[in-house]
């Protein structure tokens, strides 16, 4: 009897590792496809959701203006250097949006890089390159046809 609870238990991690890999594998696939997915992938709440929105207009407004490219580490969470990448974000961001209450450092700030800054700055980014190539295809080349 008790091999077949040691069994059982066995089972029951290797089901949960492959199911784990499995949602890995499927993030992969769709990751960055849509501002929704990420939502779904990074379980958002509310308040992270306005956030969101936050970030793309805060991308929108200053950071693509300023900085058509990202240097390579800008994903990095470096709380301790005061010219990394998130604390400029989170120090810019506090002063646009007093009421959203972001502190460029702490446990709650570094949940939300992760989670929430870090996959809709790359979102945004990657459809402002989409769209940047667009228009100089249609500059040059005409009217684009639809396929």
């Known amino acids: 009897m008790r091999d077949l609870d040691d069994r059982l238990i066995e089972m029951e991690e290797t089901n949960r590792k492959l199911k784990a890999q499995l949602q890995a594998a499927k993030r992969i696939t769709s990751r960055g496809s849509t501002k929704i997915a ?4 990074n379980a958002w709440t509310c308040d992270e959701g306005n ?5 793309t207009a805060f991308c929108k ?3 693509s203006p300023r900085y058509k490219f990202l240097k390579d580490g800008w994903m990095d969470y470096e709380p301790e250097n005061e010219r990394s990448f998130c604390f400029f974000v989170g120090q810019k961001m506090s002063l646009m949006y007093p009421n959203m209450r972001i502190r460029a450092i702490g446990n ?3 949940s ?4 929430v800054f870090v ?3 790359a979102l945004k980014y990657t459809h402002m390159r989409c769209n940047l190539g ?3 295809q249609t500059q040059y ?7």
């Open 112 to 115: 939300e890089w992760n989670r």
């Open 108 to 110: 709650q700030f570094e």
């Open 38 to 41: 990420i939502c779904n992938d």
């Open 51 to 55: 956030l969101a929105d936050k970030v």
């Open 134 to 136: 667009n228009d100089i």
């Open 119 to 121: 996959p809709t700055i």
């Open 141 to 147: 080349f005409g009217k684009q046809i639809q396929s």
């Open 61 to 63: 407004k200053y950071l």
